[in-house]
C-alpha cells in the first residue's frame, strides 16, 4: 500500500524549474515524464493489485509525449512507428492545463464546464492513469480483460485526484441522472446516462460547431463570395477546451 501523497504538490514540485512564473512552460524532461509515469502505474497498482511483474508490463509500454493540445489515446494496435499497444499523451503548453472528465452518471462527479485549472504536470499524471486504466482494460499486462469504457476510466482519473490534490478533486460537481420525463407514457424513454458535454472518443462534435459554421457561410462569407475552410477536428475527441484524456 503505498503512503498516501499530501497533495498534488507531489507532482508540482518537480516542474518548479522554470520559477514562480505561472506563464512559464513546464518542460517535460525525462526525469519528470518518469516520475509521473511512476506515479500513475503506482496508483493503478494498488487499485488493481497488480503484482511486479504487471507493473513492469505497464512501464514498457512505449508513450509517445506531445507538447500540444489535444488528444491523448491508448492504441492497442501498430502506429506511430510501434508494432503493439502503446499510448499518446497530448499535454498543452504552458505551466497549466484545464482538466475536463467524460460525464459519467456512474462515477457521480463532473468537472464544471470550463473544466479544472491545474499544473500541466498533475494533468499529465491524470491522463497517463486514464489511458494506463484503457492498458489493464484490454488486459496488456497480463490481467484479465475488462470491459472497455469511460466510467473506469473516468473514475480512477477522479480517485487519482482525490488522492494526490485533494484542493482540485472539492471544485468537482456532484452529477445525478436526470429524473423521468413524466406523462410521455409508454414511448417514455430512459434516461441516458450521459449527456457529455464533450463528444465521446471518435464522435465528432457534429453540433453545434457544423450550424455555426453554416451559419457563419450563409449570412457572412456568401455575400462576400467566400466560403470558410472546414475546421480540423480531432478524430479521437473533441472540443478545444478543456482537455480531456481521450
Ligand atoms: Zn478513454
Redesign the pocket.
Known sequence: MPTRRASGTSVESGTAAGGSDASSSTRFTEPLRRRLVAQAIDFLATEYELDAAQQRALHALPIVWRRRHGCS??YMKPKHGFAGPHILVSVPRGATARWSV?RRVRVGLVAPPQGIEMPVALFAAVVLV??F??AIQHGVCGTPKRPYG?VE?TDNEIRFIEKVAPDVHAQLLPLKAKPRKRGTGAGARRVRETRPTVPP?GVPPIWPTRMLVAMWNRLVLAPLGLTSAPARRCPAVKAPRPTR??
Do not use: C
Request: glycine residues 8%; proline residues 0%.
Open positions: 489515446v491508448f467524460y486514464h489511458e486504466t484503457h469511460e476510466t472518443e484524456a481521450g
